[in-house]
């Protein structure tokens, strides 16, 4: 059971902060963060939608304790879905599963029964992955993510050999950005299950897309950089970065499920909400269970 509650509860790369947000301040970002990523099949978005917030309705009516934040892309896969949930140690989050799984199958059972999809499952895939957090590599990492509405995601995978430059050169970002007082929240993880070894996700919120514009950084950090850690890095990122990928997200309310205190920061954006779909499913098929589904 502990798997499938993980996909149905989306227990599914950068939460800079915590999602157990107190109103108005930044605190600093999970230890532990669970990765959830699902694509949905084409043309079930919308049913998959009103599932998923069904789903956080309940976790509401049962006053879960722990949260998720949603997001979908601003550009690439539309049918694609990305839930972090935050914990202060590895305990918490095996005993969310515990939680989670009771609300699932015994205390709110007959809920989850209404909300069950009358056909297939709506994913194509689902898969969960778990990461830590790395302060030393981190920037101002805490932040008020009720205030956030995207997120800058960058996955860098190292080669084997290669984590020592690759950290290197992150901590060397840290100090420039340090030197020149960027305006920026950045937290970096390190993921230690459900992904390809020396896999590293650079997350950086933003109140709007106007973030995309403070990339690359201006004169002040280049400067504070140097042109001899420029040459370093470039060495670095030729020589020990297999893959690097950069994807900007949109928080969707309506699907994650935020601390009292988050909502209370923008109820008016967080708050949740009854979702229909016109959308009809497929002729249901025997086998399936709300505790595979989101």
């Known amino acids: 059971m502990k798997k499938c509650i993980l996909f149905l509860l989306a227990p599914c790369l950068l939460v800079s902060v ?35 917030n069904n789903v956080v309705r309940i976790y509401a009516k049962a006053r879960s304790p722990h949260y998720r934040l949603a997001m979908v892309p601003v550009a690439g896969n539309e049918n694609e879905v990305m839930y972090f949930w935050g914990f202060d140690s590895f305990a918490a989050l095996e005993k969310s599963n515990k939680d989670l799984d009771t609300i699932a199958t015994v205390t709110y059972k007959a809920d989850f029964d209404k909300i069950r999809p009358p056909g297939d499952d709506y994913h194509t895939s689902q898969r969960d992955s778990i990461a ?53 929240n950045m937290a970096v993880y390190q993921l230690v299950a459900g992904a390809q070894g020396n896999t590293y996700l650079v997350l950086i919120p933003w109140n709007s897309l106007d973030g995309l514009g403070t990339l690359p950084h201006g004169k002040d950090y ?59 499913p497929a002729p249901r098929k025997a086998g399936k269970t709300a505790a595979n589904r989101q």
């Open 222 to 280: 280049r400067d504070a950089m140097g042109d001899n850690n420029w040459d370093k890095l470039d060495k670095i990122d030729d020589e020990s970065i297999v893959f690097n990928a950069v994807d900007v997200y949109a928080f969707n309310p309506q699907l994650s499920y935020m601390s009292p205190q988050a909502v209370s920061v923008d109820p008016g954006f967080w708050t949740l909400r009854p979702m229909t779909t016109a959308t009809s």
């Open 18 to 52: 915590s999602i157990q947000i107190a109103a108005q301040s930044a605190v600093p970002p999970p230890k532990i963060l669970l990765i959830v990523r699902e694509e949905i099949k084409t043309g079930m978005m919308p049913a998959h939608s009103a599932e998923a």
């Open 132 to 184: 830590v957090f790395r302060d030393d590599l981190s920037y101002r990492a805490a932040t008020d993510i009720a205030r956030m509405r995207y997120m800058r995601v960058q996955t860098v995978r190292v080669k084997p050999g290669h984590v020592r430059d690759f950290e290197n050169g992150r901590r060397m970002i840290k100090a420039a950005h340090e030197k020149a007082r960027v305006d920026e």
